[in-house]
């Protein structure tokens, strides 16, 4: 069984819902905007453009905001564009995941076709 499988499984159902109504060639913005609104009617807590604080040898050294977290568990990183998935994205997904306690991130991508790709990092911030 894959680490918080029945959330990640309303989370890829939310996101085929979303690319089968909006289609191809919006920004993420509004990809981010519908997506809320499919995860809420699923029954998940959802929170966009969540802070995270970024730590180096014990220091704040920045921040980011993850576009989508899911039930305080699962970093969402949303993509849309012409091209693919970059390993740029995915290294991006895991730093996000370094940088935090959660464990499960998943990488979308609204592109011409749609993508995902599910990351899973453990470490010392657990």
């Not at 996101?15 to 981010?32: I, P």
């Not at 895991?94 to 470490?123: C, H, M, Q, S, W």
């Amino acid at each position: 069984m894959l680490l918080h499988e029945e959330i990640s499984d309303k989370i890829l159902k939310s996101f085929y819902t979303v690319y089968n109504k909006l289609g191809y060639g919006f920004l993420e913005k509004v990809y981010e905007n519908a997506l809320i609104l499919e995860l809420r009617n699923a029954g998940l807590n959802c929170s966009k453009q969540v802070p995270i604080e970024v730590y180096y040898e014990g220091v704040s050294v920045g921040n980011y905001f993850a576009d989508i977290l899911v039930e305080d568990k699962i970093i969402l990183e949303l993509k849309a564009g012409d091209g693919a998935l970059i390993e740029e994205h995915e290294l991006q997904l895991i730093n996000y995941l370094k940088a935090t306690d959660k464990e499960v991130g998943i990488l979308l991508f609204f592109g011409k076709k749609p993508v995902f790709k599910r990351k899973i990092f453990t470490n010392d911030n657990k």
